[in-house]
């Protein structure tokens, strides 16, 4: 049974991505530091998998923490989600940004070598494309000056990781993920926004269930069809599926290069708008929404080009627009 350590690990996508880890078979070690997540995580991972993970209160930027852990647990390979993400905050607090992002992935990637660990996933973002010249967008699409520090770190990130496949044994697929929505469908996991949320769709929930008085739509005078801007929306189900098959390529030795980027999305763009009135539909709730300026930092649109995953990974995104907006609703009602 191969080990593989999950790092926020009880994150959003962190345990979404232990759930189907745990359904294939593999023993589950997560790191996480609680920084943007609960213990009680771990707990519903388990009631859904039944079976308990190994769980690691390590802050990453604390190297000896690392460096013990690495002693300790042999590990065949690492999915490294742990990172800030909001990207208002990154502008704010660039140094933190920095420092979390990169330090922790330096200590994890240093610990990896002198342990010969050669298995690496990182969590990478479509934010690196920026506004794409060509949709839908290829990984051959160049990258854009980052718009924001967090934007940075992914794609600093990126090449800090390709650079060690360089000198060292470690193979290494970066994942760029469009907009991952959702929550797994028993309600038992899903996202935990902090305060007031920044992503689309827990807004919109929190917006149904009351605890917001309206939705803003950010512009309505971009260039599309219908105005509002335009994403590629993945069950985070489907997401995390995509890490499983990527870890069993790089532990099969299958990868074609040392470093292997793939976009993670469904190859669908929806706007706004449409969000709307899919998730209205599927859950029967009216949501009082405005249209208002646009966000400042926004594109008008992304969506993925799949064609890559889908031949060298096998894997295609599976669940629905509808579906995924319906878990999201289940998931928001046990909260309330
Ligand atoms: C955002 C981040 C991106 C990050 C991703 C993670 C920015 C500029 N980009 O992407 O770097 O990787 O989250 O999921 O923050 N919208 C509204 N009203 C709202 C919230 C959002 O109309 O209250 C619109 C936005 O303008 C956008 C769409 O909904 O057109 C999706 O927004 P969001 O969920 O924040 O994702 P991104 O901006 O695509």
Redo the contacts with the bound molecule.
Sequence with gaps: MHKILVTGGLGFIGSHTVVELQNEGFEVFIIDDLSNSTIDVLDKITAITHKKPSFFNIDLKDKIAVTTFFNEHKIDGVIHFAAS?A??ESVEKPLKYYENNIDSLIHVLQQMKVRKVNNFIFSS???VYGQADELPITENAPIKPA??P??NT?QIGEEIIKDTTKISELKAIALR?????GAHKSAKIGELPIGI????????TQTAVGIRKE?????SDYPTPDG????DYIHVVDLAKAHIVAMQRLLKNNQKKSFEVFNIGTGKGNS?LE?IESFEKVTGKKLNYRL?D??????TA?YADTTYANKELGWKAKLSLDEALLSAWKWQKTLK
Excluded: H
């Excluded at 993920?177 to 929505?181: K, L, T």
């Excluded at 646009?294 to 594109?299: L, Q, S």
């Design positions: 993400k990207v208002g973002s479509c934010t718009e924001s967090y934007g992914k993920y469009f907009n991952p929505i949320p920044q992503n689309l769709i827990p807004y919109v939705l803003s739509v950010f512009g509002t801007a335009i994403r706004v969000i208002v646009r966000r400042e930092g926004d594109i992304a």
